[in-house]
């Protein structure tokens, strides 16, 4: 039986062991790999081998192989583990062909999506292939040339059939991406998530910290929280939290638990939802973000066109930038961290201390709620005894 390279690769999620995958970025840099190869060679690849950003091998198998002189191509199915992920079992394409243009050029054919709003990494027109498979695409296919000594120009075209089908299931529409799906992928490699057996570990991790005597606990939704909090506030990193997209699963479990308090650190794009009440961020789940900034806006003193501008932009940082231009940023702010602040209550019903810390990485700091000084200070004291 075939290995790719993840057989030792798992996690143990509710005394269940479950497999890692690997992205739609991976399978369309393998696929690239294998069509320069036998564009080159002029021969089947039968196993292609790519490294992952991650740092895991991968050795992939070319299905649909198809050569002729001028062009060769293959995909590669997609594997996403044990983790639900609706591109699983998917074919992605790579087609190759030289070109007398220098350099390589890569581009999304049929099922892979095009960006139509701006605010995304690709401009709008672009393939929406995301900045990192874009690279490894790129160095697949420059090491295949250079293994034959080619140093022409070559066209990679990504495909993926099923792509504009399965791009309904996701958030894409949404994101003005439109006609099939993203190549994605930072790492290559897939982590399975399952949302219970997540949920659970964020318990598990929250008892740990509970138990060694934290009774104000620091909470970063995910990577830029706890880089924001590493790099800009004086609170014990190392300290901090993860609870992905769960705010009310983590809220209840701490009043469950007997925690006194907790402080979120957290970027705009996830916590906005929260001041429209919003207890789960994950996209699949809720969006809400451009109404929120542009009901704030609003409450602000901004006119109807801001406000409309606002719900036509795709990120958070774009509507920022609106709200910057109209001299409300501020403004809106504090009227969006009131709500914030309304709505953490609401969940624990006032029963315990709840705060947050919003930032975005444009802008930086961009505001905290009524109780985030108050929670700052206990966590300090906290850390250092004297609590």
């Avoid at 991406?177 to 991790?205: F, H, N, W």
């Amino acid at each position: 039986m075939h290995k790719t390279g993840l057989e030792d690769y798992y996690v143990i999620k509710g005394q269940k062991k479950m497999r890692f995958g690997y992205t739609t970025g991976s399978c369309a840099a393998a696929a690239s790999k294998a069509a320069v190869k036998m564009l080159l060679s002029g021969k089947k690849v039968e196993e292609v081998s790519i490294m992952t950003p991650k740092g895991i091998r991968l050795s992939l198998i070319p299905e649909d192989i198809c050569i002729d002189k001028d062009k060769a191509s293959c995909a590669i199915r997609k594997d996403g583990g044990d983790d639900p992920d609706s591109t699983s079992g998917l074919l992605v394409y790579a087609s190759a062909e030289k070109i007398s243009t220098p350099g390589i050029l890569i581009d999304g054919g049929i099922g892979v999506g095009r960006v139509t709003k701006p605010g995304l990494s690709q401009q709008i027109g672009e393939a929406a292939i995301n900045p990192v498979p874009r690279a490894m695409i790129k160095k697949e296919a420059e090491e295949a040339a250079q293994e034959w000594d080619y140093e022409g120009g070559l066209k990679i075209i990504i495909s993926v059939p099923e792509g504009e089908k399965t791009a309904q299931k996701t958030f894409n529409p949404r994101l003005g991406i439109e006609g099939g799906i993203s190549i994605l992928g930072t790492s290559g490699i897939v982590e399975p998530m399952s949302e219970k057996a997540l949920i659970e570990s964020i318990r598990v991790e929250m008892r740990q910290h509970f138990t060694q005597g934290e009774e104000y606990l620091l909470v970063t939704p995910g990577n830029y929280g706890a880089e924001y909090l590493k790099n800009h506030m004086d609170l014990p990193f190392e300290k901090n939290i993860k609870c992905s997209n769960y705010v009310g699963e983590t809220i209840d479990m701490a009043i469950d638990m007997g925690v006194k308090g907790i402080l979120f650190v957290a970027h705009i794009g996830k916590f906005v939802k929260v001041a429209a009440g919003i207890m789960n961020t994950h996209s699949h789940n809720a969006d809400g973000r451009m109404e929120v900034l542009a009901a704030n806006g609003i409450r602000a003193g901004s006119d109807l066109e801001c406000a409309r501008k606002i719900l036509e932009c795709n990120t958070t940082d774009e509507a920022l930038q609106i709200l910057e231009q109209n001299g409300i940023l501020k403004p809106a702010m504090e009227q969006v961290m009131k709500r914030i602040q309304f709505y953490l209550n609401h969940r624990s019903y006032d029963q315990i201390l709840l705060g947050a810390v919003v930032f975005s990485n444009v802008y930086g700091y961009l505001g905290m709620t009524e109780d985030a000084p108050c929670l700052i200070q206990k966590i300090q004291k906290e850390y250092k005894g004297e609590l």
